[in-house]
Every structure is written in C-alpha cells, then in structure tokens.
C-alpha cells in the first residue's frame, strides 16, 4: 500500500470515529429536545452544529452520503424549529439514518 494510501484510509478511519461522536452528541440533543425543554434553542443549536460538522467532514474525507443526509437534516431542522411541539421523531429519522451510513 503507497503512503498515500495508508494517509487516506487513516484520516477516513479517524473520520469515521469523530463522526460517531458527533452523531452522539446530536443523539443526546435529540434526547432532551423530546423531553420539550421549556427553551429548546441551546439544544437546538448543538444538534445544528454538530449535524453541520459532519456534513462537512464527510464532504473532505469522501463520505458524500453522509453529507447529503446531513444537509437534508439541516434542511429539516431549519424548517420546523419553530414547530411546537419539535418534530423530533422526524429528526431521529435522520439521526438513525446517519448511523446507519457510518
């Protein structure tokens, strides 16, 4: 295996570890955004951020169906953050889709 090789696989695998933890970060915001906080918008922007990191990174490290889940994510949750009460079924939809990926 070239250099590069081992340099691509490595940043890839390291990838994939960084998302998982992402993903269950975004997973605990999920979790206390069902239990409807009465101000939802901390949560909501740490399920953001992290859901907008990952489809970042999956664009840089060749993982493009993780960035398309997540910019469809993001779309979501764009969409209806003002909804009461917050779809969060819809977006664990998401959330387990993303799992399922990495």
Do not use: C, W, Y
Request: charged residues 30%; negative net charge; aromatic residues 6%.
């Amino acid at each position: 295996m070239a250099i590069a090789d081992e340099i691509a696989a490595r940043l890839a695998g390291e990838f994939l570890d960084d998302a998982g933890d992402r993903l269950a970060r975004a997973q605990i915001a999920l979790n206390e955004l069902a239990n409807r906080p009465k101000d939802p918008r901390p949560l909501l922007l740490d399920l953001a951020r992290e859901i907008h990191n990952l489809k970042g990174a999956g664009k840089t490290f060749g993982f493009p169906t993780v960035s398309l889940i997540a910019d469809r994510f993001e779309d979501f949750l764009e969409a209806n953050a003002e909804k009461t009460p917050f779809p969060t079924v819809e977006l664990q939809r998401f959330a387990d889709a993303l799992g399922d990926v990495l």
